[in-house]
Antibody, heavy 119, light 107 residues
């Protein structure tokens, strides 16, 4: 069974960079047909898709965040990462890593990692 | 961006009720739509994809339908485990977007 687990800093200062890593177990991150995604959810609010990366390195980002987002993949470690630069309080959210297949249905999610932006 | 609007925002229902949640899109697309269930403090869980395909392991009381700009999620007989928040998501056009959620509460 595929398992995803986020890790990273839970507290980030304004203007700094948020960094999270997603460890994938129970399956290969290099499997075809899968995109590896980041999605966030501010406290008490809805879901926002941030972007994805394929094992080939191809990426696609939400235009609303594109200028601040970097998603990378490390196939040797079976993990992928999110960097979000120049954060503000509006970036405070639970960040989920997730796998999507079949064009975009998100069938496996990590448990989520709360990141708070505060000085 | 395609805006997804769910209705109602909150729904009060009893065990055994038939429940319908609607998701309307700001522009038409085919059937690239998914439904998720989320419980407090947990990640969303995929229920339905391609508008009407049931994800493996999901009870058959859940069903989805629709195309174009209107989609529905139906729970044929609400069970205690179904009280949760439900989200639709379109994956027809980038960026993928979600509805704002429908909370199903105990009446």
């Amino acid at each position: 069974q595929l398992h995803l687990q986020e890790s990273g800093s839970g507290l980030v200062k304004p203007s700094q960079t948020l960094s999270l890593t997603c460890d994938v177990s129970g399956g290969s991150i290099s499997s075809g047909g899968s995109s590896w995604n980041w999605i966030r959810q501010p406290p008490g609010r809805g879901l926002e898709w941030i972007g994805y990366i394929y094992y080939s390195g191809g990426t696609y980002f939400n235009p609303s965040l594109k200028s601040r987002v970097i998603i990378s993949i490390d196939k040797s470690k079976n993990q992928f990462s999110l960097n979000l630069t120049s954060v503000t309080a509006a970036d405070t959210a639970v960040y989920y890593c997730a796998r999507a297949r079949g064009g975009g249905r998100i069938d496996h999610w990590g448990q989520g990692s709360l990141v708070t932006v505060s000085s | 961006d395609i805006q997804m609007t769910q209705s109602p925002s909150t729904l009060s229902a009893s065990v055994g009720d038939r429940v319908t949640v609607t998701c309307r899109a700001s522009q038409s697309f085919s059937t690239w739509l998914a439904w998720y269930q989320q419980k407090p403090g947990k990640a969303p869980k995929l229920l339905i994809y391609r508008a009407s395909s049931l994800e493996s392991g999901v009870p058959s009381r859940f069903s989805g339908s629709g195309s174009g700009t209107e989609f529905t999620l139906t729970i044929s007989s609400l069970q205690p485990d179904d009280f949760a928040t439900y989200y639709c998501q379109q994956y027809d056009t980038y960026p993928w977007t979600f509805g704002q959620g429908t909370k199903v509460e105990i009446k």
